[in-house]
């Protein structure tokens, strides 16, 4: 226990009320730490703000779209999108719920990376012919348990999303993850052994 919080409860009512205070700012100050990253103006502001882009989607209507990726290890990819004069038109987590619904079937790779953002990893499958990308995302769960967003492509087109839950395990021997590395969440593939990811799928 702090020393701040030992003194409210030696000092009485006011120091009580104090305590109280300091209760209500750490709850804000955990709110913030996830609140949405406030919306930039201009191209100008957003690059000195973040820096240099992921990449750089050039659209039909002549505007720009930054794209601002997190993986492996993060779980958002922030969007922002600025028209020919450098001025924000929109922007947007391109690992929200409604945005990772937007995956239809017959997609192009091309358009569910634009969509997206940059993946963590990919995979192919040989029996099923399936190649498949998949982003690290937010869950409910806390950050004990993994969440991996997938798409299944073959050739080249989506067939399918599916999510997959990575669960850790106890014993020093294991991953972060719950596999003996090289296989463990979040640790890319091993070179040796080309057929097999880093995590399970359960279909």
């Known amino acids: 226990m702090s020393a701040a919080v030992h003194a409210a409860l030696r000092g009485g009512r006011g120091s009580i009320f104090v305590l109280l205070l ?35 989607w050039h659209n039909e209507d002549g505007t720009t779209t930054l794209e601002y990726a997190t993986q492996p290890y993060g779980h958002t990819c922030l969007m922002v999108q600025v028209d020919a004069g450098g001025i924000v038109l929109r922007q947007w987590d391109a690992l929200d719920d409604d945005n990772l619904a937007r995956v239809k079937k017959g997609m192009t790779r091309e358009e569910v990376s634009r969509l997206l953002g940059q993946h963590r990893s ?82």
Request: hydrophobic share 40%; aromatic share 20%; proline share 12%.
């Open 22 to 56: 300091l209760a209500v700012a750490m709850v804000l100050g955990g709110c913030a730490a996830f609140a949405p990253p406030r919306p930039f103006t201009t191209e100008a502001e957003a690059l000195a703000a973040r820096g240099e882009p992921t990449r750089r």
């Open 122 to 203: 990919e995979q192919f499958f040989k029996l099923s012919g399936e190649e498949v990308w998949d982003w690290n995302i937010r869950n409910e769960y806390g950050a004990s348990i993994a969440t991996l967003f997938n798409v299944h492509f073959i050739d080249g087109k989506v067939v399918r999303t599916s999510q997959t839950y990575v669960y850790p395990r106890d014993g020093a021997m294991f991953g972060p993850w719950g596999y003996p590395g090289p296989f463990g969440y979040p640790y890319p593939l091993h070179p040796r052994f080309p057929g097999y990811g880093p995590w399970p799928y359960w279909w």
